[in-house]
């Protein structure tokens, strides 16, 4: 039987096509202007596919001073990251799922209330500083190694686990550590592929806090390198309004354009690896029973 389509499924398929569009352009344009020439850069006729096709912006960025350095600390950030966070998460998911913890309600009504209520980028920045973690790759890992909401998500999933497995594990002399790495973790795969996803891409997109607490140029991720490079170019074409020859201009828009989508490759490649998990595990943490 033939599904009848009703206004609502037209708007909304219009809704969600014009919203694809939306996002997938800008995308297709960046990876159109990163492999056309200067001219055609210059003249803006380039919408969805390269002209003059050429690979130098690309070879620009490989010359690029601080550029495979940003790129490494990025992937450092995301792994080493997102482990540090998961294991946080993890850690501290497992016991407040739990009924039998003494001050868990409390506990609670804490993690919630820092998703409503943050202490503000200053005494965030002098908290770093008085702990000496600024200008530290451990620092600002470990100070932003949990998410209340994957921690809310990940309890959630770990508290619609069956009581009657621990139960049986407990039985046989199994303590806790063993019960959460053995049991309730396999089982919650699906959950934290997903919540590995929120911290990988919020890792490797990592910028304002990455430009307030880190000053060494060789600790900073790609993000804030590709924000230097769009305030240089930025500062060109103010230099062209002023009648300054900068014939290097489109040059650096080029290598702008290849530069982005350097950085957003590593997310384009990994997103197809855990999209099986991605809603099943939303849904799963999202739901108790």
Excluded at 85 to 103: E, H
Aim: include cysteine; charged fraction near 15%; charge should be positive.
């Amino acid at each position: 039987m033939k599904k009848k389509f009703t206004l609502f499924d037209v708007i909304n398929y219009a809704l969600l096509t014009a919203l694809a569009v939306v996002t997938i352009y800008p995308l297709i344009y960046i990876v159109a202007a990163s492999f056309s020439s200067v001219e055609h850069i210059n003249l803006g006729d380039v919408w969805f596919y390269p002209k003059g096709f050429t690979t130098s912006a690309y070879g620009k960025v490989f010359e690029r001073e601080g550029i495979w350095m940003a790129y490494l600390n990025s992937f450092f950030y995301m792994f080493v990251g997102t482990a540090v966070c998961l294991a946080v998460t993890i850690c501290g998911a497992y016991p407040l799922s739990k009924k039998r913890l003494a001050g868990r309600r409390l506990i609670n009504i804490f993690v919630v209330f820092t998703m409503w209520f943050s202490a503000g980028v200053v005494p965030t920045f002098l908290n770093f500083k008085s702990l000496g973690l600024l200008n530290s790759r451990f620092g600002y890992i470990i100070g932003f190694a949990c998410a209340a909401y994957n921690f809310i998500l990940l309890r959630t999933y770990f508290a619609s686990i069956p009581e009657s497995l621990e139960e049986a594990a407990m039985i046989d002399g199994a303590s806790d550590f063993y019960i959460m790495t053995r049991i309730f973790v396999p089982l919650a795969l699906p959950s934290l592929a997903t919540i590995a996803l929120f911290y990988a891409v919020d890792k490797w997109n990592g910028y304002l806090w990455a430009m307030i607490l880190i000053t060494d140029d060789t600790k900073l991720p790609l993000q804030v390198v590709l924000k230097k490079l769009i305030v240089d170019m930025s500062g060109k074409m103010d230099n062209v309004a002023f009648g300054v020859d900068t014939s290097n201009m489109y040059s650096e828009e080029t290598v702008m354009y290849a530069t982005m989508v350097f950085a957003i490759l590593p997310m384009l490649v990994l997103y197809p690896f855990v999209q099986r998990y991605f809603v099943k595990g939303v849904m799963l943490g999202a739901v108790k029973g």
